[in-house]
Every structure is written in structure tokens, then in C-alpha cells.
């Protein structure tokens, strides 16, 4: 393997046959580069999928209430129906086994102003589990505590947009802001990458301090909860019905009212987009592989020609005293050397062709394509036992074809 001569020889036949070096390669390169932009391509799109459930937890289980549309249990149709604080209870009660965070929630717009700086912007009442539920980050300060909700204190985290507008300058942590006429003490500044400014205009205060600023009302507009990560989306989706079962059992809604009680599960997103990546990475993989195997076949093809070419010579190095595996040795030898060369080649084509595309084509919903140093060195590794069998195949046969017969072929 190591023998100079030998490189020098394989060398020399490469310069020599330019022509049938770069068939040799140009199958090699073209089906590792395909493999790794089809594959990226797939990863873009899958990232950009993911993304579109990033918004909110993507184990979210939210409840929501409305009005009545169908007559049922004695009460009519049209009826508002209202969700409490024991709802939010009940709701927990169901299997606490199967909850994560969850929280209460009561929204409701208000003015808020600070100095000479003021606006109307939407209050959340809730607790501090809102911060998992809404996959938000702290940016400053802290979020509202069990202490908080328990004292119904006046504190208020904020998004950066409303520190933005408000808070011009310096830390807002301590700072204290008007909110319907009642001081409220910043304790801490949120951002939310999901829901992009929309979300970060937002205000949340302990839903306790809320109520108790609405004189005293326990009502609340939805319940929010993230299910146990450990359960499939089947089980979150029957944990889902029950929980809509029940409710509506509470509130005298008829099993087949789709308005007065709404519940949005994740888990049917998760479920279906599940699918879809799977049905995704099949279609993806059995093209690439399709690929790989249109390499390998022309590998095959064109080392059948390159023996059969060099059949007379191999009948030359016969005569003067060759032996079968030297033969063989260095016919292999040169296939890989051209295999792992072009492999190179159409890795390094690829990989560049991924970062000149980059987020170009997010509009078409790619994100970010990319391929695993892991998938490309094992479809190189492939691409490179593909030669070496194609290169041992037709050289084991012209080995064994006699001196005399190997000179006569034309």
C-alpha cells in the first residue's frame, strides 16, 4: 500500500488519462453533493417547522370560554360562560401527575404610565409557571413568586418593548409604574423570541393583585397548563378530551359545543407535525439514497470500463512476471485514490453550495440547511467501499485471464 513506485505509477496513469479520471470522479463528487444539499435542504425545512411551534410551550394545553351555541342541561343557547378560580382548580385536579407548570390567566388592557411616558397595553394576571408556559427569558430581575401571589403585591414584570417605550434610561428593576391609577414596583424585564414584540409589549402582575383590583372578582379568561413531557401525544391528546369533558360537565355545555369551551392542545400539532417530519425524513432519505446508489453504480460502470480498457496492459504486466494481486492491488489502489479525492471535491462543494444558500431561503420556509459531519463522513465512508468493491469486481476477473487472451483483446 505504502510501495512508491506504485503511487508514482497511479499518479502517472491519472495525468496520463485525465478523460477517465474525471469520469471516475465527477460521479463520485456529483452524488456526495447531491446527498448533502438534498440533506440539508430537508434539515432547513424541518427546522423551519419546528420553529413555528416555538411561540408557546410545545407540550401547551390552553382552555378557553365563550358562549353557548347549542340549548343543553335545561339552559339555552347564548349563554356566556364564565371560568373561576375553582375551575382553574379543578382543571389541576384532574391528574396531577400529568401537569408540568400550569397557571390561570385574566388579560385585560389598561394605561399604564411612567413620568411623562404613557400607553395602553394589554395586563396579564397570572403566576409566576407563565414563564415556562410562554417560553420566556428573563432579561433583568425576576418573575412573580408564590409570595407574590399570596400578599397580592403591587410588582410587575415587564416586556422589553414596554421598557423600550417607557423606560428610556437605566435599569428598570425598582422603578415604579401607574398602572389604572395604582403603583406598581418593576421587578423584572422579560424577552419572548416566539411572539417577537407583540408579546413583549405585554405586562404581567400577580393575578391576585388583579382580581382584587377588579373589586374583588375570582374570574379568570383561561387556564393554561404544559403537559408531562414523558407523555406520548396520544395520551396528552385523550388528557386534552378529558379535560374538556369535564369542564363542560361543570358548566352544562353540551358535549358537541365546539364554541362555549375550547381547548387548543399542542399535543395534535406535536402529533401531526411528528408525522409529517417522519414522512419528511423518509422522503428525504430514500431520495439521498437514491443518490448514493446512482454513485455507487457509476462507480461500478466506469471501473468495469477502466479495466476493460487497460486490459491489455494488465496482459503486459502478466508477461513480464505480474502476480494476480498486485494486479488487483493496484487497480483498487487507484479507485480510491479517485473515489476519496472526488469525494473531497463534492463534500467540499456541497457543504460551501449549504453556507451560500444560509437563510436565503427562509420564504420558502428553509431555515438554517445544514448536514451533520456525522451523515456526510458516513455517506463519504460509503461512496469509498463502493469503489473499493467496484474497483475489486472487474480487477479479480482480468487477473485471471491469461497473458496470451489479455493481448489479443482489442
Same mark, same amino acid.
Given at each position: 500500500?505504502?510501495?512508491?513506485?506504485?503511487?508514482?505509477? @497511479?499518479?502517472?496513469?491519472?495525468?496520463?488519462?485525465?478523460?477517465?479520471?474525471?469520469?471516475?470522479?465527477?460521479?463520485?463528487?456529483?452524488?456526495?453533493?447531491?446527498?448533502?444539499? $438534498?440533506?440539508?435542504?430537508?434539515?432547513?425545512?424541518?427546522?423551519?417547522?419546528?420553529?413555528?411551534?416555538?411561540?408557546?410551550? +410545545?407540550?401547551?394545553?390552553?382552555?378557553?370560554?365563550?358562549?353557548?351555541?347549542?340549548?343543553?342541561?335545561?339552559?339555552?343557547?347564548?349563554?356566556?360562560?364564565?371560568?373561576?378560580?375553582?375551575?382553574?382548580?379543578?382543571?389541576?385536579?384532574?391528574?396531577?401527575?400529568?401537569?408540568?407548570?400550569?397557571?390561570?390567566?385574566?388579560?385585560?388592557?389598561?394605561?399604564?404610565?411612567?413620568?411623562?411616558?404613557?400607553?395602553?397595553?394589554?395586563?396579564?394576571?397570572?403566576?409566576?409557571?407563565?414563564?415556562?408556559?410562554?417560553?420566556?427569558?428573563?432579561?433583568?430581575?425576576?418573575?412573580?413568586?408564590?409570595?407574590?401571589?399570596?400578599?397580592?403585591?403591587?410588582?410587575?414584570?415587564?416586556?422589553?418593548?414596554? +421598557?423600550?417605550?417607557?423606560?428610556?434610561?437605566?435599569?428598570?428593576?425598582?422603578?415604579?409604574?401607574?398602572?389604572?391609577?395604582? *403603583?406598581?414596583?418593576?421587578?423584572?424585564?422579560?424577552?419572548?423570541?416566539?411572539?417577537?414584540?407583540?408579546?413583549?409589549? *405585554?405586562?404581567?402582575?400577580?393575578?391576585?393583585? $388583579?382580581? +382584587?383590583?377588579?373589586?374583588?372578582?375570582?374570574?379568570?379568561?383561561?387556564?393554561?397548563?404544559?403537559?408531562? +413531557?414523558?407523555?406520548?401525544?396520544?395520551?396528552?391528546?385523550?388528557?386534552?378530551?378529558?379535560?374538556?369533558?369535564?369542564?363542560?360537565?361543570?358548566?352544562?355545555?353540551?358535549?358537541?359545543?365546539?364554541?362555549?369551551?375550547?381547548?387548543?392542545?399542542?399535543?395534535?400539532?406535536?402529533?401531526?407535525?411528528?408525522?409529517?417530519?417522519?414522512?419528511?425524513?423518509?422522503?428525504?432519505?430514500?431520495?439521498? *439514497?437514491?443518490? %448514493?446508489?446512482?454513485?455507487?453504480?457509476?462507480?461500478?460502470?466506469?471501473?468495469?470500463?477502466?479495466?476493460?480498457?487497460?486490459?491489455?496492459?494488465?496482459?503486459?504486466?502478466?508477461?513480464?512476471?505480474?502476480?494476480?494481486?498486485?494486479?488487483?492491488?493496484?487497480?483498487?489502489?487507484?479507485?480510491?485514490?479517485?473515489?476519496?479525492?472526488?469525494?473531497?471535491?463534492?463534500?467540499? %462543494?456541497?457543504?460551501?453550495?449549504?453556507?451560500?444558500?444560509?437563510?436565503?431561503?427562509?420564504?420558502?420556509? @428553509?431555515?438554517?440547511?445544514?448536514?451533520?459531519?456525522?451523515?456526510?463522513?458516513?455517506?463519504?465512508?460509503?461512496?469509498? %467501499?463502493?469503489?473499493?468493491?467496484?474497483?475489486?469486481?472487474?480487477?479479480?476477473?482480468?487477473?485471471?485471464?491469461?497473458?496470451?487472451?489479455?493481448?489479443?483483446?482489442?
Amino acid at each position: 500500500m505504502f510501495d512508491l513506485d506504485r503511487w508514482q505509477e @497511479i499518479f502517472a496513469s491519472i495525468r496520463s488519462n485525465v478523460l477517465r479520471t474525471v469520469l471516475s470522479g465527477f460521479t463520485v463528487a456529483l452524488g456526495l453533493y447531491i446527498f448533502i444539499v $438534498l440533506f440539508g435542504i430537508g434539515s432547513g425545512l424541518k427546522n423551519a417547522f419546528t420553529e413555528g411551534f416555538a411561540r408557546d410551550a +410545545q407540550n401547551l394545553i390552553a382552555i378557553f370560554s365563550g358562549k353557548t351555541t347549542v340549548a343543553y342541561g335545561g339552559l339555552q343557547a347564548d349563554r356566556q360562560v364564565v371560568f373561576k378560580n375553582e375551575d382553574f382548580d379543578e382543571v389541576i385536579g384532574i391528574d396531577p401527575e400529568k401537569v408540568e407548570y400550569s397557571a390561570p390567566k385574566y388579560s385585560t388592557g389598561m394605561m399604564v404610565k411612567y413620568g411623562r411616558e404613557s400607553g395602553s397595553y394589554q395586563i396579564s394576571g397570572t403566576t409566576g409557571d407563565e414563564k415556562f408556559i410562554e417560553n420566556r427569558q428573563l432579561v433583568d430581575g425576576r418573575y412573580i413568586s408564590p409570595g407574590d401571589l399570596q400578599r397580592r403585591q403591587n410588582v410587575a414584570v415587564i416586556g422589553r418593548m414596554v +421598557q423600550r417605550d417607557l423606560i428610556k434610561d437605566g435599569s428598570p428593576i425598582g422603578r415604579d409604574l401607574e398602572i389604572n391609577g395604582t *403603583m406598581f414596583k418593576v421587578i423584572g424585564v422579560f424577552s419572548d423570541e416566539g411572539g417577537g414584540d407583540f408579546e413583549e409589549r *405585554m405586562i404581567t402582575i400577580p393575578i391576585t393583585t $388583579l382580581q +382584587q383590583m377588579k373589586k374583588g372578582s375570582d374570574t379568570v379568561n383561561s387556564i393554561q397548563l404544559t403537559y408531562n +413531557q414523558d407523555l406520548t401525544p396520544e395520551q396528552a391528546i385523550t388528557f386534552g378530551e378529558e379535560i374538556e369533558k369535564q369542564v363542560k360537565a361543570r358548566h352544562r355545555v353540551s358535549p358537541d359545543d365546539e364554541n362555549a369551551v375550547r381547548v387548543r392542545n399542542n399535543a395534535e400539532n406535536t402529533k401531526n407535525s411528528f408525522q409529517f417530519l417522519f414522512i419528511l425524513t423518509l422522503v428525504v432519505g430514500f431520495i439521498g *439514497m437514491g443518490t %448514493l446508489l446512482a454513485g455507487i453504480i457509476g462507480i461500478s460502470n466506469i471501473m468495469v470500463y477502466i479495466v476493460k480498457e487497460r486490459t491489455q496492459e494488465i496482459g503486459v504486466r502478466k508477461a513480464i512476471g505480474a502476480k494476480p494481486n498486485s494486479i488487483i492491488a493496484l487497480i483498487i489502489q487507484e479507485s480510491i485514490v479517485i473515489t476519496v479525492i472526488s469525494g473531497f471535491i463534492g463534500v467540499g %462543494l456541497g457543504v460551501l453550495t449549504l453556507e451560500l444558500i444560509g437563510d436565503s431561503l427562509e420564504a420558502y420556509f @428553509i431555515k438554517d440547511p445544514s448536514v451533520g459531519w456525522g451523515l456526510i463522513i458516513v455517506a463519504f465512508v460509503c461512496l469509498i %467501499l463502493a469503489g473499493l468493491i467496484a474497483g475489486f469486481v472487474p480487477s479479480y476477473r482480468a487477473s485471471k485471464i491469461k497473458p496470451i487472451e489479455a493481448l489479443r483483446a482489442e
